[in-house]
Structure formats: C-alpha cells, structure tokens
C-alpha cells in the first residue's frame, strides 16, 4: 500500500516468504520468525537460535527449514513443530551446515503443484511428491550447472505451469520438462574420473549444454564413500567386460597395474598419430 515498517529484530534476513494467508515469515542465520506486516514487530518461533539456517520454504501450511541438527518442518497454523517424512529428512539431512560462517552449502528448496517439492543442491535438481517414499533426480549436478564448482546457487522458483526458475551468481536460467530430449538423443559419452574434480565437472557440464543430443554421464569412481581399492576392481571389471567410459581421466589410477593388464598401450612411438600438428607442449605430452 506504499507505506514500509522497519524490522528492528532481525540481524540479517536470508529470506523471507508470504503464506497463502498472507502471514510473512522469515529466517536469519539464528533464527525462524513471523514479521507482523502492520507494525513490523518480530515473534520468534521455532527454538533454532544458534544452528544456523541455511534453507527456508514455505509450502501448504508449513516451513521447511534446515540447520546442524538437520531438516525441520514447522506448523503456521497449529504453532508447533511437526514430523517430516523420513525420506525428505534424510535427504535433506545430508546437507548440514556446521556453523553461521559456514558457506560451503549451497541448497534451496521450492514449492512445486501440488504442494510437491523441488530440492536444488550441488547433486542436482530434485523431485519429491508430499508424503511419498521416493526422491526422483531430475537432473545429474555432476553434468549440470547445478554442480559446476565455478558457479553458486542461489535459489530455485516454481511457476504454476510447472517452469522452475534457478538463479546463479552467473545468471538465471529456467527449465522445464522437454518430452522430445529423449528421442533427439542419438548418441552417450561416459566420462570417468577416480574422484570428483571440479575441472572435469565443468567440462562435462558445458559439454552437455552444448550438446543436447549426446547422454553424458560422468562417473566418479570413489563417490558415495567407496574406497580406492573398490574402485579399481570396479574399473577394470567395466573395462574387462566391454563396458569401458569413452573418456578416463587417469590421475590417481594405478597406472602399472593397468599397463600390465594391457589396459593402457604405450603410445610414444606413434607420436605422429596423437600428435600431428606438434600442438602439445613436450614437457607435457612426453611426460605423459
């Protein structure tokens, strides 16, 4: 109505968000809160102080909110704390942030139809339908902006026709279900890395994004707290069996063990065939 009203209890506002009564709630790193929209005072809520918030929706009549202790689910109506489904809690729970000053966590979550939920991180874009028992991956971080190391993720946005918004310090983007990608799909790559290298990631990212008729898939070898030793054996099993990545990025590997296997050919007296325009440095090519 073009007047404003000062909030004096809020040291610094992260977000904050309208219900579809028009009560105004937000979240400061301490602190959950409902702002009066008349006089601007601050009523604290949930008893968060010190665990720092560091994602906050509301959908249908509830906040989800996460801290060091995990995901959270707060009643506006019934002024209480209320029971999260095990599968969103434990999804969302993976992702904690140990203290205000840490920002090493970048996760948003959304409001879909329905009341259904979109979740956004460094893994990927998410789907999860209220009360369900499955978490769907719309989208692989490892081969998406979503998980580029060289931009940061700010926040996701749903549209009524279904069109999520996401803003990155490079820009905004949005996405929306595509039912003709799959049949323009004429070729895969696989890409293999021993762990996950942010280098890599971004080149496989903007891969992808130019090449919307290639599936690309990057494998990390260790990820998911897999060992290197498990790692191998699954390696040289895939290229044992024909299943071999197009693309392996061999820092980290046992080399001689590969070499002895004939896995890795010795490729220095075909220079001429790698190497025909004497574009690579020497001190790189011929090292490797």
């Known amino acids: 109505d073009g007047n404003a009203k000062e ?114 991180c460094e893994d990927g874009l998410f789907h999860y339908y209220r009360n369900g028992n499955y978490i769907e991956q719309l989208m692989d971080g490892l081969i998406s902006r979503f998980g580029d190391p060289s931009d940061t993720l700010i926040c996701i946005y749903c549209m009524e026709d279904g069109t999520l918004y996401s803003v990155f310090t490079s820009g905004a983007y949005s996405y929306k279900y595509d039912p003709e990608l799959e049949n323009a799909i004429t070729s895969e790559l696989k890409v293999y890395s021993l762990e996950r290298n942010g280098g890599i990631a971004k080149l496989v990212s903007g891969f992808a994004a130019k090449n919307r008729n290639v599936k690309v898939e990057y494998q990390v070898g260790m990820k998911d707290g897999i060992t290197y030793s498990d790692a191998m054996k699954e390696l040289t099993t895939q290229i044992m069996t024909g299943n071999t990545p197009d693309v392996i990025f061999i820092d980290g590997l046992d080399n001689e063990n590969l070499i002895e296997k004939n896995m890795l050919m010795d490729l220095s007296g075909y220079e001429e065939k790698w190497r025909p325009k004497e574009d690579l440095l020497d001190n790189v090519a011929k090292w490797n």
Request: charge should be negative; hydrophobic fraction near 35%; include cysteine.
């Open 7 to 120: 909030v004096k209890d809020i040291a610094f506002a992260i977000c904050a968000e309208f219900s579809e009564s028009g009560r105004l709630f937000a979240a400061d790193y301490e602190k959950l809160v409902e702002i009066d929209v008349k006089t601007g005072s601050v009523k604290q809520l949930a008893d968060v102080e010190g665990e720092s918030i560091y994602f906050f929706d509301i959908v249908g009549d509830e906040i989800l909110y996460g801290d060091s202790k995990g995901a959270h689910c707060y009643n506006i109506e019934k002024n209480s704390e209320t029971e999260m489904s095990d599968t969103l809690s434990g999804f969302l729970g993976k992702y904690r942030k140990k203290s205000v000053h840490d920002i090493d966590i970048t996760l948003d979550i959304c409001k879909g139809i329905n009341d259904d939920i979109y979740i956004a």
